[in-house]
């Protein structure tokens, strides 16, 4: 259970914080970091979420339905409530993070 609170706690970081960060201090270049965010840090945290997740499947499994939730969250709070698109962005993390993880899992499936 120490994982997976680990992993949230890291997740409502990074999900909740970096869109705090972008709305408040991002200034002028604040689509950038927008787009930073969206198109890289957060596929890339939920793809590692989603394979860390399927070392121990049966006790991780809900790490990229968590991760989605805590990114909409965040980006309902601070960019605009409600908008649809960012349910659609989570979305496609929680297809990343739930195709990491069942990959992961084979993979280790096919080893042993």
Known sequence: MKPLIFWSIL???LMIGCPW???TFAGS???AVCLLLFFGVNPIFS???GVFAGKDIKRLWPLPIV????FLAGAWLFFAMGE???LLYCVCYLMI????MLMRSF???RRA
């Open 97 to 100: 993070g739930m195709i990491a």
């Open 67 to 70: 991760v989605a939730g805590l």
């Open 11 to 13: 997740a409502m970081l």
């Open 107 to 109: 993979l280790k499936g």
């Open 47 to 49: 793809a590692v979420c």
């Open 21 to 23: 960060l972008a709305a």
């Open 84 to 86: 649809t698109a960012f």
């Open 29 to 31: 270049a604040g689509m």
